[in-house]
């Protein structure tokens, strides 16, 4: 059963506090997404990644967000340090992309809601 | 900036009518157009697609069209059913996937 998976589902951190958000991609998936869901700008793109390489991360604050991709099967988004603005759902997607863009469609994980108080 | 639009944050249908949910684009560059649905506490979930070479494409209760020149796209439900009720994104597609805000779709009896 192939499905993108996220970890943790839950987390309530303090402000200050560094926050880690994992996803494991689906097997054989070359591109990840990081998206975060809020209530004004719907599915916000944060970053994206193709084999393993950022190609854009424009849509995250530099000073307190970071993404990466150790290894195929792992992807992390970090937040340090954490604000209560950062309160939202993050969602990781996972896709294949071709030279000609069949398999177009992202599958997205569970999502980790995250609460800084 | 918003590439891409859905202007109608909810929509409510009776049971058995047709639900027609827009999306609007300001990127002529996108080539590929797809429908996620979102229940509470999950992923959003792949519905439908359409490239835009074509103008319409079906799939089953659900039928996308796409209009270039207005860069408009519109999903329709036919008939539409209570377990419809979510929210909807529209995303489009060049390299990456924007999403507009959604529109929550209620289906009542």
């Known amino acids: 059963d192939a499905r993108v998976t996220q970890t943790p589902r839950h987390k309530v951190t303090e402000m200050g506090q560094e926050v880690t958000m994992r996803c494991q991609p689906i097997?054989?998936?070359?591109?990840v997404f990081w998206y975060r869901q809020t209530m004004m700008q719907g599915l916000e793109l944060l970053a994206y990644f193709r084999n393993r390489a950022p190609l854009d991360d424009s849509g995250m604050p530099k000073d307190r967000f970071s993404a990466e991709m150790p290894d195929a099967t792992l992807a992390t988004l970090k937040i340090q340090p954490s604000e209560p603005r950062d309160s939202a759902v993050y969602f990781c997607?996972?896709?294949?992309?071709?030279?000609?863009?069949?398999?177009?469609?992202?599958?997205f994980g569970q999502g980790t809601r995250l609460t800084v108080v | 900036d918003q590439q891409v639009k859905q202007n109608s944050p909810s929509l409510s249908v009776q049971e058995g009518r047709i639900s027609i949910l827009n999306c609007d684009y300001t990127n002529s560059m996108f080539d590929y157009f797809l429908w996620y649905k979102k229940y509470p506490a999950e992923g959003p979930t792949f519905l439908i697609s359409?490239?835009?070479?074509?103008d319409k494409n079906e799939d089953g209760r659900f039928t996308v069209f796409l209009n270039k020149s207005a860069k408009h796209l519109s999903l329709h439900i036919v008939p539409s059913q209570p377990g419809d009720s979510a929210v909807y994104f529209c995303a489009a597609k060049a390299d990456k996937l924007i999403f507009g805000t959604g529109t929550r779709l209620q289906v009542f009896p």
């Open positions: 097997l054989g998936h070359n591109t």
């Open positions: 997607a996972s896709g294949l992309a071709g030279w000609d863009r069949v398999n177009t469609e992202a599958f």
């Open positions: 359409i490239s835009s070479i074509k």
